[in-house]
């Protein structure tokens, strides 16, 4: 069972940047995938980044070309940098980690743009 604990969220005007954190239990080599989700009120789960243990990167395309994905193995830290951000980018942004053993999910930071 991996443990995430996201951080970076905030209150950010639209066309700002934020920078998301999420501090992983395991080393991202021990992981099959890691990314970032986010949900807005009264809709899904959506995926935002996504990155395997073999390198491939998917970006929802909402947020390609705004939104870079990054990890720090030394401190098992998974970044979203987040630039021009829309009020649409509005919601809580869960960390997504995946082993052989599951799937398993942080408790989420929020994100609001304001207009």
């Known amino acids: 069972?991996?443990?995430?604990?996201?951080?970076?969220?905030?209150?950010?005007?639209?066309?700002?940047?934020?920078?998301?954190?999420?501090?992983a239990s395991v080393s991202f080599s021990r992981t099959t995938g890691m990314g970032w989700y986010?949900?807005?009120?009264?809709?899904?789960?959506?995926?935002v980044a996504d990155v395997t243990s073999g390198g491939k990167i998917n970006y929802a395309d909402s947020v390609?070309?705004?939104?870079?994905?990054?990890?720090d193995n030394a401190k098992n830290t998974m970044y979203l940098q987040m630039n021009s951000l829309k009020v649409e980018d509005t919601g809580v942004y869960y960390c997504n980690a995946r082993?052989?053993?599951?799937?398993?999910?942080?408790?989420?930071?929020?994100?609001?743009?304001?207009?």
């Open 64 to 71: 390609k070309g705004r939104f870079t994905i990054s990890r």
């Open 38 to 47: 986010r949900q807005a009120p009264g809709k899904q789960r959506e995926l």
């Open 99 to 115: 082993t052989i053993i599951g799937t398993s999910w942080g408790q989420g930071t929020q994100v609001t743009v304001s207009s």
């Open 1 to 23: 069972q991996v443990q995430s604990v996201e951080s970076g969220g905030g209150l950010v005007q639209a066309g700002g940047s934020l920078r998301l954190a999420c501090a």
